[in-house]
C-alpha cells in the first residue's frame, strides 16, 4: 500500500508562482509600450504633416514594436489575474514562457523581413535620403536606450536575452571559485569547496588526479569559529566527488581541520561578498521580461549598425555599407530569437532547466537509506520548481510528510508530491 501527500512550499497550496519581481516587470513592459506608443504617433503624424515618408515608416515600425511589447505585458497582467485560478492545475507561472516564445517567433519574422530587404538592396539598390535617414536612426535608437533603461530596472527579475542570463550551467562544479581550497597529500590532490548551488552550503571534495581517492567514511571536517565553536561535517559518497551530510552555517568565516587518511590539513575560509544573483539562473529567469528585453535590445543594435552604416555610404560613397549593416542585423536577430525559443520551448515541454537539484533530492532520500523509484522535476514559474517523488522505504513511520520536511532545503522547489511505498525489511 503507498501513500500520497501534495504539498505546496512557500507558495501555499494555492499554486501561485509568479517571479519575484512579476508584478515590478509588468509595470516597466507597460510604461516602455506608453513611450514607443507615444514615439509611434509623433513620427506618423509628424511625417504625415512634413511629408516625409521615412518619418512614417518608421513611426509604422515603432507600432511593431510595442505590438510585440503588448504580447509581454499582457502576458504578466493575465498571469496576475488568473493566479488563482484552479483551471490551470499549475498556476499561470508558466504564461510568461508562452509569451517569450511567441516573441521569440516574432523576432525571427523580423529577422527574415530584415535579411529580405537587405539582400533586395544588395540586388536592386536605391537612393538613400542621408539628411532624412540618419536623424531617424538616431532618434529610434534614444527610444531604444531609453526602453533598455526602463526594462534593466530589476536586475534580478531578469537577465540580458543576448547573453542568455549568464548561466551557470556550466559552472565548475566547485560551486564559487574563490571558496575551493586545493590539499596535496600522499593520498593524492583533493579540491575542498564550499558548493551553494541551488542548495544550502555543503562541503565538497573532489578528486584532482585520477589517482585520487576517498573513503568517505574516512574523511571529516571540522570548523572552529572566531567564537571558539566547533562543528564536525561527516561526508556522503556522491560518485565522483564527497559531500557533506550537513549544511554550512553563515557566515563562511572560520578555520577547517580536514582529516584525511594521511592526517590533517588546516585551511583558513574568509568570507566574502556573495554575487547575490541566484545560482539556478535557468530555473529563475524571467523569460518575459527577457523577450521583451531582447526586442528593444535587437532594435537598439540595429539602429547603431544602420547609423554606422549610414554614416560610411555617406562619407565614402559605399552605398552597400547600408545592406551590409542589415544583413548583421539580421543575424543577431536571429540568434538571439534561437536562444529564447529554445529556452522557453523546453520549458514549455517540462525540461528540466537544472538536473543538479533532481540529483540533489535524488541524495537527501536516498541517504536516508530509502530507495527513489521514480523522480520528476520541472519549472512551473520563474524561481518555481515542482517534484513528484515516488520512493520505497523500509521505515514504517516515515510518511509523506518527512520526506517533505528533508526536502524544503532546496530553494526554489515549491511544490511537491510524494508517495511513499512500504516495504517488508528483509529479515
Avoid at 511589447?69 to 514562457?97: C, E, P, Q, S
Avoid at 571559485?177 to 590532490?189: F, L, T
Wanted: net charge negative.
Amino acid at each position: 500500500m503507498s501513500n500520497f501527500e501534495d504539498s505546496a512550499f512557500g507558495a501555499g497550496h494555492d499554486h501561485i508562482f509568479l517571479g519575484a519581481a512579476h508584478e515590478d516587470n509588468e509595470r516597466r513592459t507597460w510604461m516602455v509600450i506608453a513611450l514607443c506608443s507615444a514615439m509611434m504617433v509623433v513620427e506618423i503624424v509628424g511625417g504625415s504633416l512634413f511629408g516625409s515618408l521615412a518619418l512614417v515608416a518608421d513611426g509604422l515600425h515603432m507600432s511593431t514594436h510595442a505590438g510585440a511589447m503588448l504580447i509581454a505585458a499582457l502576458a504578466y497582467t493575465y498571469a496576475r489575474r488568473h493566479a488563482a485560478d484552479n483551471r490551470f492545475v499549475f498556476g499561470t507561472g508558466k504564461l510568461g514562457d508562452l509569451a517569450g516564445f511567441t516573441s521569440a517567433i516574432v523576432l525571427a519574422m523580423i529577422a527574415l523581413l530584415i535579411g529580405y530587404e537587405a539582400i533586395s538592396r544588395f540586388l536592386s539598390p536605391v537612393p538613400i535620403h542621408f539628411g532624412q535617414a540618419i536623424p531617424i536612426a538616431v532618434l529610434g535608437l534614444l527610444v531604444n536606450l531609453a526602453s533598455v533603461w526602463l526594462l534593466s530596472g530589476n536586475h534580478h527579475g531578469h537577465s540580458h536575452g543576448h547573453s542568455h542570463g549568464h548561466s551557470h550551467g556550466h559552472e565548475d562544479e566547485h560551486g564559487h571559485e574563490d571558496e575551493v581550497h586545493r590539499i596535496a597529500g600522499s593520498v593524492g590532490v583533493f579540491a575542498l569547496s564550499v558548493f551553494e548551488d541551488g542548495v544550502p552550503p555543503v562541503f565538497r571534495i573532489t578528486p584532482e588526479t585520477a589517482s585520487s581517492k576517498l573513503n568517505a567514511d574516512a574523511v571529516s571536517v571540522t570548523t572552529i569559529r572566531p567564537d571558539g565553536t566547533h562543528q564536525t561535517f561527516t561526508f556522503a559518497d556522491r560518485g565522483g566527488y564527497l559531500e557533506s551530510k550537513d549544511d554550512i552555517p553563515e557566515p563562511h568565516a572560520f578555520r577547517a581541520v580536514v582529516r584525511l587518511p594521511d592526517g590533517e590539513h588546516q585551511i583558513e575560509f574568509k568570507e566574502h561578498e556573495h554575487d547575490h544573483d541566484d545560482p539556478q539562473a535557468a530555473a529563475n529567469r524571467d523569460h518575459n521580461i527577457r523577450s521583451a528585453y531582447i526586442h528593444v535590445i535587437a532594435d537598439a543594435a540595429v539602429s547603431v549598425m544602420a547609423i554606422i552604416g549610414l554614416l560610411l555610404a555617406r562619407a565614402f560613397g559605399w552605398a552597400w555599407m547600408d545592406p551590409l549593416a542589415g544583413v548583421i542585423g539580421a543575424l543577431v536577430i536571429a540568434n538571439w530569437s534561437w536562444g529564447l525559443m529554445r529556452d522557453t520551448g523546453g520549458i514549455l515541454l517540462d525540461m528540466n532547466p537544472d538536473k543538479r537539484i533532481a540529483e540533489n533530492v535524488r541524495h537527501v532520500i536516498e541517504d536516508n537509506g530509502d530507495t527513489v523509484l521514480d523522480l520528476h522535476v520541472w519549472r512551473v514559474g520563474p524561481g518555481h520548481m515542482s517534484a513528484i517523488v515516488s520512493l520505497a522505504t523500509r521505515e514504517a513511520q516515515r510518511n509523506p510528510g518527512f520526506y517533505r520536511a528533508a526536502l524544503k532545503r532546496f530553494k526554489g522547489l515549491s511544490h511537491v508530491t510524494v508517495e511513499v511505498n512500504p516495504t517488508r525489511a528483509v529479515a
